[in-house]
Each structure stands twice: as C-alpha cells, then as structure tokens.
C-alpha cells in the first residue's frame, strides 16, 4: 500500500490500522528504517513479532511508539527531568529507555523498562493516532551487503511478505537507526549512536 509523507491518506491509514486491530503486523516507515509493527497492547501480536525477529522479550528491551508526550506518561515513568529531555528531543530520531509502568501488558512487566519512540515521520504518527495506543515497534533488518532489502519497500516486501499482513510504502527508507539514550539512572547516558543528535 502507497501513502505519501506529505498528506497521509486517510482512507489508507484506516485500512492499516484495521489490520492492527486484528492483530495484524503491519511493516511501515519511521524517521529513520522501515520497521515491523503491531497493536502494542495486543499481546499474541507483539508475541508473534518477536518470534519472527528471534527477540526473547525476557531479555531484549521492546519499543513503542507513542503519538505525543502526553501518552508516554501512562506507559513509562518519567522524571521531571527526562521529561524536559524528551519534549526538547522528540518527535525526532530517538529510543528512549524509561522504567515501565502498570499500563503496559504483562509481556513488557519482565523487562521493567520499555523503549519509547515519537519518530518525526507524518505516516507513523497517523498510524498511531488512528489507533489510539502505541504501536510495537522493532527495525527491519539492515544487511550491509544488500541495504536495499531494508531500504527499497518492494524487496522489503519480497523478504517480508510471508509474515507481514501488510506493507506500507511510504518510499525509500534509511539505513541509520534511531540514537537509543538509557533514562533509568540519574543521567542519560547513550548506548547506541544513530541518526538522532540529543539536545541535553
């Protein structure tokens, strides 16, 4: 399915989140790579995913994107100051990592924190809007070899189409992952360096 950045279809974002609705994984685009996604609060979706990606979700962190700042405060505990970190970040280039709060399903609870995304991208935010929760969210696979089938919707689709319900085009697609900064201590610290340079 085509949508266009500029003006999301929404007809289009409808027929997506359906998909979502019923526990579908729907592949769409960030800020940053094209990422597999699914009803963040529908456990046997977010179990299907990290059986296809190969994540134990006792021992990797899961993301989800958020539409606004104002949603990550029932998902995530967030401290005065993380919360000024985040509003001058986001939407942009990020995963932050928070503490979880009871909000979340029990699959997350293992973990205590959780990854939070607001990518600066008209398409997810729609997607997420429309549903009214977050969306789990992890990156397609970049293989240095042949980026293209992490880049190029098409071959993505070639790679996917067995265990995705649903592809978005939302054209070409980067390769540099979001800047994951760690907010469970006192201070943020970055564990990994991406496309997000962090105003602190």
Known sequence: MRIYEEKPSEAEI???????????????????????????LNVRAV???????????QKVNLSIICRELSWV???AKLSNLYFKLLKRNLPGAFT?????????????????????RIPDN??????????GNPLLTTSVAIDEEEPEYGTDPE??????????????????????PSTTVD???DEPVILREGKGELQE
């Open 47 to 57: 179990e299907r995913i990290c059986q296809i990606k190969g994540i134990n979700p």
């Open 183 to 185: 907010c469970t201590g």
């Open 73 to 75: 405060s029932e998902y």
């Open 96 to 116: 932050f990592i928070l503490p979880t709060s009871s909000s979340l399903p029990k699959i997350y609870k293992n973990r205590k924190t959780v990854g939070i």
């Open 14 to 40: 409808d027929k997506a989140v359906k998909v979502l609705r019923d526990g579908g994984i729907v592949i769409y685009p960030t800020d940053t790579v094209y990422a597999l996604g699914c009803d963040a």
């Open 155 to 176: 071959l993505i689709a070639e790679r996917y189409e067995a265990v995705a319900d649903l592809i978005i085009d939302g054209g070409e697609g980067g390769t540099i």
């Open 122 to 131: 008209a398409i997810t935010l729609a997607l997420v809007e429309a549903l």
